[in-house]
């Protein structure tokens, strides 16, 4: 046992009293020692108590929002309000997903910081060298970064991703080989389940980009097809109706966030004119409304009598083909039911099978 100085506190003050070296000593390591230690840990747990009140105060206002009060008002109490907060739950928005994500994800950090910092003081305390131990300790970090990069990288692209808000759960997501609705997120893997049902799990450092379809709002984009015959005026005309209809239909008030717009033609195919509408809607919501949309032009076509064209084949046969009928039926051909329009260029002829 070394030697300790009036200085010292349990030690020199035992000497102080006692005259006696080994008394002393023994008196620092019962009762300095493990006094010491205690108050390290204690001074560990309140700083890792203050820091967390501290992470939990940020994300509580991140939950809130950043807007200023009077933005947010005019905001929510707009149509464009009504639609983003169509289909979020008050206790469990995605806001809200977020901010406990990156407060959990702060916690541990500062948990893991503030624990290898007391390890080193509490070793520290009892009286070893703690130099070599951060010198091991930075030669090991460096031997794991270079052997589990791929583990690093998803880590680090975890982190990135849930700061900068990509996507997460519930969101309808294309990450390259996968597309689907988030169903977890972690800061090593994502789990999605496409149309199909099937479950991906991907690698949050094997993404290279993100499609992320129902982020804020979204668009329903019809290209519709009308015979050259048509008046495009007239065409233009019904699909704005029908749009603006669904526009005010109540039951569709807060999944279209904006007065649908006729684009107009769009292409210009072999068989039709392509007349493209589009609609403003909220996320996840556009396509539900194209499916609307499509029931609504078809159903306003056929009253208004517009021709929406299709494919259309003639097929002419050769005397003596067996498969042709017998009767008079076979010596005259078929005439095209009523309202076919004539097929476009050279009729194609079919030899026997």
């Not at 206002?61 to 169509?86: T, Y």
């Amino acid at each position: 046992m070394s030697t300790c100085g009036p200085d010292e506190n349990i030690c020199g003050w035992v000497f102080d009293q006692t005259g006696n070296q080994q008394l002393a000593n023994v008196a620092d390591w019962v009762v300095g020692k493990p006094s010491a230690l205690v108050g390290l840990i204690l001074i560990g747990l309140t700083v890792r108590w203050l820091l967390h009140r501290l992470i939990d105060r940020v994300v509580l206002k991140a939950e809130h929002g950043m807007l200023p009060n009077r933005v947010s008002r005019a905001i929510a109490g707009g149509r464009m309000g009504a639609a983003l907060n169509l289909r979020e739950d008050p206790a469990y928005t995605r806001r809200v997903q977020r901010a406990a994500t990156m407060g959990s994800l702060l916690k541990s950090i500062v948990t893991g910081v503030v624990m290898v910092v007391i390890a080193l003081m509490f070793i520290a305390e009892l009286g070893y060298d703690i130099a070599p131990l951060i010198a091991s300790a930075g030669i090991i970090g460096v031997a794991i970064g270079f052997g589990s990069q791929a583990l690093v990288k998803d880590f680090l692209s975890g982190i990135f991703m849930i700061f900068e808000d990509q996507y997460g759960v519930g969101d309808e997501v294309d990450l390259g080989e996968a597309v689907g609705t988030v169903e977890a997120v972690s800061l090593r893997v994502t789990r999605l389940r496409d149309v199909n049902g099937t479950v991906w799990y991907v690698r949050n450092g094997e993404i290279l980009r993100v499609g992320n379809m129902s982020q804020n709002w979204a668009r329903t984009v019809l290209d519709v097809s009308v015979g050259y015959g048509e008046d495009l005026a007239r065409v233009r005309s019904v699909l704005a109706d029908v749009a603006h209809d669904l526009w005010e239909d109540e039951d569709f008030k807060g999944r279209i966030i904006e007065e649908p717009s006729v684009w107009g033609v769009q292409d210009l195919g072999p068989d039709a004119v392509v007349v493209r509408v589009a609609l403003k809607t909220a996320p996840l919501e556009q396509w539900a409304v194209a499916r609307e949309m499509r029931q609504r032009i078809k159903y306003r076509f056929d009253h208004e009598g517009i021709e929406i064209p299709f494919a259309q084949r003639v097929l002419w046969m050769r005397d003596g083909d067996p498969r042709q009928p017998d009767g008079d039926a076979a010596d005259s051909p078929a005439e095209p039911p009523a309202g076919t329009p004539p097929a476009q260029g050279p009729a194609r002829a079919e030899g026997p099978a």
